[in-house]
């Protein structure tokens, strides 16, 4: 909380509201207005604003602020605003439309809302903030008090979600019991009501607040219009309107958009509109006449076959093939009031965030004609400013790039998100990844750094933290709190901010000491929890088990306890680097004790392998990535691990939220040569005209993942090989790892400065040799390991090498 702020507004809501079942199964909406008087001279304003659970807040009828972002019951956040500029001299207004999502979230029938979003026991808005002349005077205060207006709103019903979680159901809107000029100045509202106060509390005695205001630590989302590419296909479209079914598809002929599409009294009609690549945003629907019309959207990743059975349990194919296929997803509905003209229309946009490639249009006309003038939608998405670039000898590699952009900016909103059609949810395993992706394009933490403190909002009195959050529904996943460890350690590593480290530090002490204490007499961390999740990776083999290894039935998880072990050694690190000493060296000690059981009581001399538990005869590739990346196994021991494991083609294999790691055990084996064989999965989705990663092969659930986006990791950190030397890119290190390329030219944006770097392969006297070329920022300390690991200190910021090159192991 801002402790030291002084907070004059208070949080309003409508009595008649406040009246209802408060925190019950249904959401409640409200309108509130504020009319003010701008000098002719003109004036500023500075607006800080929150509410309890969604709002959008308009200026004179235009959107100025959606928000707040996603929080807990530790952190309100609020928006600030600097929107001078808009005001007009005169007669101004500030209107607010705010929903408020029940807290019985796990009630049969209940109104959920997204359950990533934080929610007291009733809803609110407030507002803080006074027009002040150009010397700064105070003119008017437009704090949220009894001064506002509000009106309760009836015209909204939630739905069901239909084959999503945590999303928070759909909407079904009368535009009839909308009033109609709301958010302009100049509307009467004198038969709306004075809002009462909904903070009862008297601050004076130290209660705490069920709104911990805090400001916003990440900058606002970016909304940018965008209107659809073209229509896949249609049906009883007016003449010249309409694309035969089963029309453009595939990168076919681009049909034109059907607006404005004029439907006569009775008339139906629909459109299967393409976005052009999976995006997130707000859908706008703008209707003229109409009343007692239907308009339905439906949302959609990707046509999907009616029976996947008859496709070999294929669900989707070729994602906008829609031969033999059709659209499903969650449904929102407006029905017209009819009072809309085609020059001032009524427009519907949903409260919530969507996420589509595709939208499903369906038109029903009642006794009144109607016109939908247009359907169009703003992406919206954290600012994210991708500098960094790459281009490599692999001819599919600018769209790997581009994908995994795209893919990483879906799942960059308010908190990184696992998918933003499904789930909308932050997982720690997921975010971990993603923070990484994001520094390799940006050198961007803002987003990372919430993160990170979320989790730790998140620590319970076991001391083990929740593995997605925010959420109103708790989970624990314990594998997952190892992640949390890691990624303060990727942050310390990429922006050596050591007060971030101490900020954290007893979170990561409170994690590692929950494992420490389920260490049993065989050294090994015991079993989890019977009530928690022990999720690994999505594997056919242990699908039945929802992705975690069935060893866990028969007693410890050998790749928990190796997770373990690297999660100490670097809580060892951060404890190092603020000087806590004895502790690292403890922890140190702890990890090589849980290494040594892992080795006398999990390795099969047999099958030269370690298994997934100590008494039970099964293996997979996880288990051995993670006893080379927690030093289980070292130098040639490790490779010739790796080696058989990827010789073994019976073994469960590493999917899209493990690749990360089976990278990293590549190169730090020297086994880099297999990166171009690990991204034939990455390159099979280009064919299916993927414009987002998927979230896995087993599921079959999401078009769009975000520890998909590898791509932008590997080729800034390992093809062009740029990476911290010293914390916070103190001293730069370029090390390039050729992986199959012939290849490589980019630049990688760091805290440092901009890294430039470019490599090929040439022939020379029948021996290949390996040619480098770069540039750092001035000033900044370089590092240069060649391939053949011989290392180099340049003299300044440019510099050149060569080298001998020995084949790399491939597959």
Known sequence: MDELREWRAGWIWPKSLRGELEGGVRQQRALFRREFQVPEEGAGLKLDVSADSKFRLYLNGNLIARGPIKGDVWAQYYDSLDVGDKLVPGANVLAAEVVHYPRLAGMPGAEVGPASEGRADYGGLWIQGALEDEAGRELTRLDSDDRWMALPLRAVRIGPEVGTLFVGGTEEVRGDLLPAGWREAGFDDASWERPVATEPLDRLYGQVSPWQLAASPIP????????????????????????????????????????????????????????????????????AGGAGARVSLLYSEAYEYENPADH????????????????????????????????????????????????????????????????????????????????????????????????????????????????????????????????????????????????????????????????????????????????????????????????????????????????GKDGLVGPMPEAYWSFVDWVTEWNATAGAPPAKVQGPLTVYNLMYAAALREAADLNAWSGRGDTAAEYRQRAEAVLGAVRRTCFDEAEQLYRDGPQVAQFSQHTQIWAVLADAVQGGEARELLERMLARTDLPKASFSMAHYLFRAAAKTGLYGYADALWQPWREQVGLHLTAWVEDPVQQRSDCHGWGALPLYEYVAETLGVQPEEPGYRTVRVAPRTGGLTWASGEAKTPAGLVKVSWRLYETNGRTRFALNGEAPEGVPVVVVLPDGTQHVPGGPVFAYECGLEEEATA
Request: aromatic share 10%.
């Open 220 to 287: 606002r989302m970016r909304e940018t219009p965008r209107a659809f590419a073209r229509v896949i296909r249609s049906g009883d479209l007016p003449a010249a309107q309409g694309v035969p079914a089963g029309g453009a598809h595939g990168g076919g002929t681009a049909a034109a958009l059907p607006f404005p599409l004029e439907l006569a009294p009775g008339q139906s009609a629909w459109a299967e509109l393409d976005a052009g690549l999976m995006t997130t945003g707000y859908v706008r629907l703008a209707v």
């Open 312 to 519: 070999g349990g294929n669900r989707r194919g070729v994602r906008d093939d829609p031969a033999d296929k059709l659209l499903r997803g969650n449904e929102d509905a407006y029905l017209p009031g009819g009072a809309g003209t085609p020059d001032d229309p009524e427009v519907y946009e949903p409260m919530g965030r969507r996420a589509f490639r595709f939208v499903r249009l369906s038109v029903q006309a009642a006794d009144a004609p109607l016109t939908v003038v247009d359907l169009s939608y703003a992406e919206t998405g954290y600012p994210l400013d991708a500098v960094s670039q790459v281009e490599t000898s692999d001819p599919l590699s600018g769209e790997l790039w581009d994908i995994s952009l795209n893919t990483l900016r879906r799942c960059m909103q308010d908190t990184y998100e696992d998918t933003p059609y499904y789930e909308q949810m932050q997982y720690v395993m997921d975010a971990k990844s993603q923070a990484l992706f994001t520094y390799a394009v940006s050198a961007d933490d803002r987003l990372a750094r919430k993160t990170i403190h979320d989790f730790h909002s998140s620590l319970t009195p076991s001391g083990l933290i929740q593995s997605r959050y925010p959420s109103v529904n708790g989970q624990f996943i314990p594998g997952f709190a190892l992640y949390w460890v890691m990624m303060v350690h990727d942050h310390y590593r990429h922006f050596g901010d050591n007060a971030l480290v101490r900020r954290y530090l007893s979170t990561a002490d409170a994690i590692v000491g929950w494992f420490d204490r389920r260490i």
